[in-house]
């Protein structure tokens, strides 16, 4: 999507450990005008899937992920992180383990709201290696609900998740990056 | 707001501790064409304060915070949760306490983000004792923005942060609780 790339290209910051810090329209300022043009777009790709739920992890896929279903008019479920220890019987739970932290935490999710006859899409920001992506479709298994899509900002291909990920599922990125080397973003 | 009390007396639960819960619309489970609603209703409130920045905290307070700021136009900017420790010299920060978990954690936004040109208004799920609220308008204080209003979705008046918030700032909640005792939500 062109008008992301562009944003990417503006306004992201390439930080050290690979990281590239998006902040200013994604991760801590929110760009809701920006924000609802990417949910257009993930309508347009998903449209057809009789989406009912969008499922994200919290806190950065809750803004994208909201201003994304009110054009399927479904509701949002966000998955909550917690430190690993005594969970409820009534959640679902995935560990994920997080590369830029270097911590493991667990993602839980009322047994309440994913079901059987959900059919989900899940929204995130960010597609790396694709730890949050399988905790949340496990998440999806263990409620016997079907995954029909996975929507995701930005990907970094190179890390490989993605293509893992699209053996099983389908997968939309509305930004595909082959490379971040010398301080500059290439695109696929 | 008629609409938003009958949603609480349909679905809310009234746990031990004092806890309103409200995971099925608000808290985890987000139903987002209901809080498009209560988005109108904030900017039918707050319309003509000159809005330039929607502040609020993670996690509860995004999504509704997203659906909001859609209709201003303006973007959203969340402070995130922090343990009290190192913080760099490029945020504002504030300690708030949270009685509902017994812990104390700093809230912090980048100063990149919140400036003395903005005229803000937070949102937030819930105001109870204000803690929150008062962190997130102390940010606002040290950015030098101004705080044109605060917008609350649910307010338990009888803890009494509302009328000390109030002294100062112009607020606005959807629904305020007068008492929930024998397990009965009752509003002002």
Redesign the interface.
């Known amino acids: 999507m062109k008008l992301l790339e562009d944003r990417i290209l503006k306004d992201g910051e390439i930080l050290g450990g690979d990281v590239l810090k998006v ?3 994604l991760n ?6 920006f ?2 043009e990417l949910g257009r777009e993930f309508y347009r790709l998903f449209s057809d899937c009789k989406v009912t739920k969008i499922l994200t992890v ?2 950065s896929g ?2 994208i ?3 994304t ?2 054009y399927f ?6 998955a ?1 992180k917690m430190r690993t220890g005594n969970l409820s019987p009534d959640v679902y739970s995935s560990p994920v383990h997080s590369y830029t932290r270097g911590t493991t935490s667990e993602i839980v ?2 047994k ?2 994913l079901t059987a006859s959900d059919r989900v899409l899940i929204i995130d920001d960010f597609l790396a290696k694709g730890n949050a992506l399988i905790g949340l479709t496990s998440l999806c298994a263990q409620a016997g609900a079907e995954v029909v899509g996975c929507g995701i900002v930005i990907e970094k291909a190179y890390q490989g998740g993605g293509d893992e990920l699209r053996k099983k599922y389908r997968v939309e990125s509305l930004a595909k990056i082959r490379s971040m080397e010398n301080g500059t973003v290439v695109f696929c």
């Open positions: 902040d200013s329209f801590h300022r929110l760009d809701v005008p924000l609802c919290e806190a809750i803004g992920s909201c201003l279903a009110q008019g479904v509701p949002v479920v966000f909550k999710v009322a309440a709201y």
